[in-house]
């Protein structure tokens, strides 16, 4: 009888366990609301900070290797400018496709900056900084041997950038990654890792032709010419169905999630869980607010009325925080 008893209660404590499961913080391109985004440093702090999962935006260099970057051009986050003046292209931007990493690897990262050189938020980071660009296998291998001693299981949470834009020039980033991947036995669904893209063509090819074990998520932007991808069809009901066949969640914005003006939950919430769909909305910034909503009002929203499978944050404290002190989890 006591030996029933305490498998009811350890039964009972499980469940609970599993019903007050804590939602994922994800990291949004490391701790960046502290240290330049993507560095290896950023990464360090948000593992430090208790993130589940670190994030890691994927373009390629000219000689093909992943490197964490959030964009396909350098000059809003590196001194390129000032190291290769000529080497612009026609447009003014400096390309990381048009250096090898070896070059990649003298420039010196930066606070983002706009084009014109000002901080997009003035109240990050403010030092010159000996930050530089990191490699996809130096963040696996960061995160990997922190894991390792500290007896933790961070995850990983890559983001393929701009798949057609590479195509363009001649380069497969997508199956460039997922070698990677593989290299590293993380093309697997039972590990801490989901593959995150904008291009819903690209998604479906992970899936069905390079035969993708990995948990994936489609993310979710605006209609845009530039833009493969048709967001407004994959947020109805039939086209969320048609995204659950190939991955596990979306990532939306928060403004599609929920009317912030009238905090009101849109219907993507409810159609996403209908059709099975983790929601990962981003990108929760405590120095950058919508406009008269607190960051515990914010957080409130989504977690306790959209229910979200986890946040996006470039401040992965503040989420912490939140949620060690609610006592919802
Ligand atoms: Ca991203």
Known sequence: MLYFRAITLSLGLLLSQVLMAHPDIIAHRGASGYLPEHTLEAATLAFAQGADYIEQDLVLSQDLV????????????????????????????????????????????????????????????????????????????????????????????????????????????????????????????????????????EIKRMRKKLGAKVKLVQLIGENNPNEPTDYEYLQTPEGLKKVAKFAQGIGPGIGQLVNLKKRRVKKLAKNAKEAGLLIYPYTFRRDALPAGISEVELLDILFKRVKVGGVFSDFPDSVVEYLQSDTVY
């Open 66 to 201: 992943p490197v964490v970057l959030h964009d396909i051009h350098l000059d809003t986050v590196t001194d390129v400018a000032l190291k290769f003046p000529s080497r612009k292209r026609e447009d003014g931007r400096f390309y990381a496709f048009d250096f090898t990493l070896a070059e990649l690897k003298t420039l010196k990262v930066h606070e983002r900056t706009d084009q014109k050189g000002y901080p997009v938020f003035p109240y990050r980071y403010q030092g010159k900084g000996g930050f530089t660009i990191a490699t996809f296998e130096e963040q696996i291998e960061l995160i990997t041997q922190l894991n390792r001693q500290f007896g933790k299981s961070i995850g990983l949470f890559p983001e393929i950038k701009s798949p057609a834009w590479h195509k363009q020039e001649g380069a497969d980033i997508t199956t460039i990654v997922f070698n990677l991947l593989r290299k590293y036995q993380l093309d697997d669904a039972s590990k801490k890792i989901y593959v995150q893209c904008f291009d819903f063509s």
